[in-house]
């Protein structure tokens, strides 16, 4: 099974840009552990900060936490195509005047899987200079994945860098058919 990165990239011109938000208790890091949100509160937000972030909405926002938030549009064709192991949780989107985007949710990926093949990719580790953290990733120069980790997944998390997400050829080419906007992908080698 073939495997992509999606990258913010593909968006419309001017897209809309949120830059300010309220999680309601929660932030970015709660929906990069694979686990399922309780208690969320459906009157979080993520707004445009400034007038010259109005612009057109993408079906995978452009938001400034770097989570995946997509539109309703593009949810139901993910889940028309089979995608599955993501939580989605409403939150509201905001124009800088308040002018409400409706539709929209963030895309909390629950699968954490171990994927990496150590072997074959080659990362930088964090140094001695950051406490705690010395053996996580800090970066890929290569990234190979595990297939039989990932196997009949369409969309996962690392789970030794969980900032990164893997998406199956399945999920790229739901997105691609209808035109959605706001990723393209790039290839990742698989072993």
Known sequence: MPWFRPIRDNVLNPPLMTSESDLKGFDETDFRKGSVVSGWDETAWLRAGDP????????ALLDHLG????????????????????QYLSVNVFQSDWTPVPG???????????????????????????????????????????????????????????????????FRDAFEERGFSGYSFHPVEAS
């Open 67 to 86: 989570i995946p938030v997509f539109s309703a549009r593009l949810r139901a064709k993910l889940d028309q195509s089979g995608v599955t192991n993501v």
């Open 104 to 170: 929209y949710a963030i895309a909390n990926v629950l699968k954490l899987v171990q994927a990496v093949d150590q072997k074959l990719s080659d990362y930088e580790l964090f140094g001695e200079d950051w406490p705690g953290r010395e053996q996580e990733i800090h970066f890929f120069r290569k990234l190979v994945i595990r297939s039989a980790a990932a196997d009949n997944l369409h969309i996962f998390r690392l789970k030794e860098y969980p900032l990164y997400t893997c998406v199956s050829g399945l």
């Open 52 to 59: 010259s972030h109005d612009g057109r909405p993408n079906d």
